[in-house]
Nanobody, 123 residues
Framework: QGQLVESGGGLVQAGGSLKLSCAAS????????MGWFRQAPGKEREFVAV????????RYADSVKGRFTISRDNAKNTVDLQMNSLKPEDTAVYYC????????????????WGQGTQVTVFS
């Protein structure tokens, strides 16, 4: 069974940067689209970014476009999310995920999820 473990969250001042990492293990990940979602207090989980299995294609939520960059290293089984120019509204728990059912591009469903990592942005 596969496992996704996020790291890199923390407390940062508005305008600052953080880099989240997702370590994948337990199965083959290099043929799966993988991404990031987030959930703020009192809100539903929302899409942030996704990257294709090869890393050649990406998609971003409008709210993070131009500020966040998703990347992957299939040799290391990692997916990163570089977050720049952070805003207080980026405060949320960030989740790494993967689509093992090949639901299309961009994926319509993710069936692997990590436990999440907290990102808090203060002004």
């Amino acid at each position: 069974q596969g496992q996704l473990v996020e790291s890199g969250g923390g407390l940062v001042q508005a305008g600052g940067s953080l880099k989240l990492s997702c370590a994948a293990s337990g199965r083959r990940w290099s043929d799966l689209a993988m991404g990031w979602f987030r959930q703020a207090p009192g809100k539903e989980r929302e899409f942030v970014a996704v990257i294709s299995y090869s890393g050649g294609s990406t998609r971003y939520a409008d709210s993070v476009k131009g500020r966040f960059t998703i990347s992957r290293d299939n040799a290391k089984n990692t997916v990163d999310l570089q977050m720049n120019s952070l805003k207080p509204e980026d405060t949320a728990v960030y989740y790494c995920n993967a689509d093992s059912k090949f639901t299309g591009w961009p994926p319509t469903e993710y069936d692997y999820w990590g436990q999440g990592t907290q990102v808090t942005v203060f002004s």
